[in-house]
């Protein structure tokens, strides 16, 4: 069987949010930012994992842009946290460079899906 990458993709990015957010709240003490953080970044597999049991091609085409506004919305998010200096430049560029690639990758499933 062929992977799924955005599936990957979007499962490590939302655990690595995860991860990153049980910091900010235990050693930050950073509780409203980290926490939607927390929701756009989960959300965006989340909405992944729901495309795939899509009941049409309108349906997928929906939740796969639901998962890229959530995506967008991350990249907000983490953002803010960086610039607040609750993350430094050194998780703010890995977790962007992931992040980036997920964006592109939706990007391209929602354009081909909407052409064939």
Not at 10 to 27: E, P
Not at 57 to 77: G, P, Q, V
């Amino acid at each position: 069987m062929k992977e799924n990458i955005i599936k990957s993709k979007s499962f490590d990015f939302a655990l690595r949010v995860v991860l990153l957010c049980q910091f900010l709240i235990n050693d930050k003490k950073e509780f409203v930012v980290s926490k939607q953080f927390l929701r756009s970044g989960t959300s965006i597999g989340a909405n992944v994992r729901e495309a795939e049991q899509a009941e049409s091609k309108a349906d997928f085409i929906h939740k796969t842009s639901i998962a890229l506004k959530e995506a967008n919305e991350s990249e907000y998010w983490m953002e803010l946290l960086f610039k607040a200096n609750y993350i430094d430049e050194t998780q703010f560029n890995s977790l962007n460079k992931d992040l980036k690639e997920i964006l592109k990758l939706l990007t391209a499933i929602i354009k081909t899906s909407k052409n064939n």
